[in-house]
């Protein structure tokens, strides 16, 4: 596996909302993406319970990030 492979964190949040939308977004983007915690999130969807991560490849990252800050998030 390349460097480009590896994952990098994109973003990170802890409403189920942009959960949602950010999955949406990637999906339309046709960027590949794995999550972390998204299930706990669901369980326990209290803001600040459980943070859901968003990981890309490094090679999408810089893509994926730029798609995050045209929708307004950082």
């Known amino acids: 596996m390349s460097d480009d492979d590896d ?6 949040t802890n409403r189920q909302g942009e959960v949602v939308v950010i999955k949406v977004w ?3 983007e046709g960027i590949p993406y794995a999550t972390n ?12 319970m459980a943070m859901v991560k968003f990981w890309v ?4 990252a810089r893509k994926a990030a730029q798609m995050l ?3 307004g998030l950082k």
């Open 69 to 71: 800050l045209s929708h």
């Open 57 to 60: 490849r490094r090679r999408d």
């Open 7 to 12: 994952l990098v964190l994109l973003y990170t």
């Open 37 to 48: 915690n998204e299930v706990m999130s669901v369980i326990y969807p209290v803001d600040g």
């Open 26 to 28: 990637l999906d339309e």
